[in-house]
């Protein structure tokens, strides 16, 4: 058998990346490294986090300001319109009726399985998100990160 395979069997790591990241977690688990102030050389975790954080708000914040025209117009046009009023909306429980993680609450956009997307931000953002408060998220379609990744590239490549 193989050393790696004989590793693999063990649970210990791989790869030089798989290694560094057991490394991290099991060392931030223990107490004895902050892993949000790890560094690639240029930025912390915690940075690129709050960079992400920002981001999504600023986003959301853009995206609603747009559906509300386009609604709006839609409304005048027509004399009505099928789109929901809001487009992002925020909530502190999930579709299945648990509480968010503990300070932390969904900032989503969309309703709809397959485009939905969701991102868990801090509580102290809360006030930064003008959006309509739910209940709870309106459904969870299992998305991962992946899906979100295409999700916003689909969306921007109909801009």
């Known amino acids: 058998m193989a050393s790696t395979e004989r590793l693999a069997e063990l649970g210990i790591a791989t790869s030089g990346e798989e290694f560094v990241n057991t490394l991290i977690k099991d060392a931030g688990k223990a107490g004895i490294l902050n892993v949000g102030q790890?560094?690639?050389?240029?930025?912390?975790?915690?940075?690129?986090?709050?960079?992400?954080?920002?981001?999504?708000?600023?986003?959301?914040?853009?995206?609603?300001?747009?559906?509300?025209?386009?609604?709006?117009?839609?409304?005048?046009?027509?004399?009505?319109?099928?789109?929901?009023?809001?487009?992002?909306?925020?909530?502190?429980?999930?579709?299945?009726?648990?509480?968010?993680?503990p300070d932390w609450f969904v900032l989503g956009w969309g309703s709809q399985a397959s485009t939905m997307i969701t991102y868990h931000l801090p509580d102290k953002l809360w006030d930064f998100c003008p959006f309509v408060e739910l209940d709870r998220v309106p459904i969870f379609d299992g998305h991962t990160s992946t899906d979100v990744l295409d999700r916003i590239t689909n969306i921007l490549q109909d801009l």
Request: charged share 25%; glycine share 4%.
């Open 38 to 101: 790890v560094s690639d050389g240029y930025h912390t975790f915690d940075e690129l986090y709050e960079h992400r954080n920002l981001l999504w708000v600023l986003a959301c914040t853009l995206a609603q300001q747009q559906w509300q025209v386009v609604r709006t117009d839609k409304q005048r046009i027509n004399k009505g319109t099928d789109m929901p009023e809001h487009l992002v909306w925020k909530t502190r429980v999930h579709a299945d009726g648990t509480p968010s993680y």
